[in-house]
Nanobody
Framework: QEQLVESGGGHVQPGGSLSVSCAGS????????IGWFRQAPGKEREGVLC????????AYTDSVEGRFTISRDNAKNTVYLQMNSLKPEDTAVYYC?????????????????WGQGTQVTVSS
């Protein structure tokens, strides 16, 4: 079965760190653009970071620059989102998504597979 499986969400205090993973099952993530998106309560889903098939990184949210990083491990068929210096406003359900193409895009409609989402809560 082709799917993306996310893991690693949870609760963390402000200023803390958390890493979430996106593992591909049934298809490869290598050479494909993988995006991380998030949806906060009462808000629309927004793009966070994307890593292209050539490992070029694009940020779609200014607020995460310098705090969040994205990386991939092709041997594990997994993409990671490392989140540091977390703030309460980072609280959201985080989703990973795969494009069939190599280039990133902020347009959600261009991603063909989505993970189930993982909750990240930042609070004291």
């Amino acid at each position: 079965q082709e799917q993306l499986v996310e893991s690693g969400g949870g609760h963390v205090q402000p200023g803390g760190s958390l890493s979430v993973s996106c593992a591909g099952s049934g298809f490869t993530l290598a050479s494909r653009a993988i995006g991380w998106f998030r949806q906060a309560p009462g808000k629309e889903r927004e793009g966070v970071l994307c890593i292209s098939g050539t490992n070029r990184i694009t940020a779609y949210t200014d607020s995460v620059e310098g705090r969040f990083t994205i990386s991939r491990d092709n041997a594990k068929n997994t993409v990671y989102l490392q989140m540091n210096s977390l703030k309460p406003e980072d609280t959201a359900v985080y989703y990973c998504a795969r494009r069939r193409l190599m280039a990133c895009s902020a347009n959600e409609d261009l991603y063909d597979y989505w993970g189930q989402g993982t909750q990240v809560t930042v609070s004291s």
